[in-house]
């Protein structure tokens, strides 16, 4: 029966990961906090605030709201800035791109976030075709776990700056040696590091590049120009 009732919690948490958190960075750590109930707590009573810090470790300030540890953010995005374009880039460098981001840039030329991703080695072996073997369980028994080959990796990916175009985002980021990039509609670029599933961060991060807002920096830079923006069949095709 505790079996069960994890299983019930994951799925809860599962859930609100998907509704109220960033599922790309929260997913991982939130779920093992669950099986471990380490942050079976709320704010009023606080008994297990300490423990829940600890186990979300340096993603507790974007994932505390996950699982109702600390405010909820509110949702300032625009719809320029959940609009984007991915492209695979081929000639990538993974050293040369670990080596840019291990350390914040001097020159804050961009802001590097790395996160753990949980990936299911079962469902990418090649298995060879077989009788499907059906097992029957009354609701007393125990439900068997399901086992799984999953491995974490952590993914890193570098949030440029400025605003700049399209194409001025995909010189960046292959500059750096990145596995592909994201260049959202409002002008933000976000380069993809190689252990990365679903081309990183769907959401805009940039520094110096507020969503949908015009500033004057925005205005005197050419790569800026509403024609340098790449709207076309080509983004249409590929946008996310």
Not at 212 to 226: A, R, S, V
Request: net charge negative; hydrophobic share 30%; glycine share 4%.
């Amino acid at each position: 029966m505790s079996y069960k009732i994890i299983i019930i919690l994951s799925f809860v948490c599962a859930v609100s990961v998907v509704y109220t958190c960033n599922e790309a960075i929260c997913a991982s750590v939130v779920s093992k906090c669950m099986l471990t109930q380490s942050c079976k707590c709320d704010l009023k009573d606080c008994s297990c605030c300490k423990d829940c810090f600890n186990c979300l470790s340096y993603l507790y300030s974007e994932c505390c709201s996950c699982v109702d540890m600390c405010p909820k953010p509110n949702d300032t995005q625009t719809e320029l800035s959940k609009s984007s374009y991915v492209e695979e880039l081929q000639d990538n460098v993974p050293g040369l791109f670990a080596a840019l981001t291990s350390d914040p840039d001097p020159q804050k030329r961009w802001l590097s976030i790395t996160y753990p991703v949980d990936i299911d080695l079962s469902a990418y072996r090649a298995t060879p075709e077989r009788q499907p073997v059906y097992h029957l369980q009354s609701v007393e028994q125990e439900s068997e776990p399901i086992s799984r080959d999953v491995v974490t990796f952590n993914c890193t990916v570098a949030y440029m700056s400025q605003c700049m175009s399209c194409d001025k985002c995909r010189a960046s980021c292959r500059s750096m040696g990145s596995n592909s990039f994201r260049w959202f509609h409002d002008g933000c670029c976000e380069c993809v590091g190689d252990k990365c599933l679903y081309y990183g961060i769907n959401e805009s991060r940039c520094l110096a590049c507020p969503g949908g807002k015009e500033t004057p920096d925005m205005t005197k830079d050419d790569d800026l120009l509403y024609d340098d923006l790449d709207y076309g069949e080509e983004v249409d095709a590929q946008s996310v």
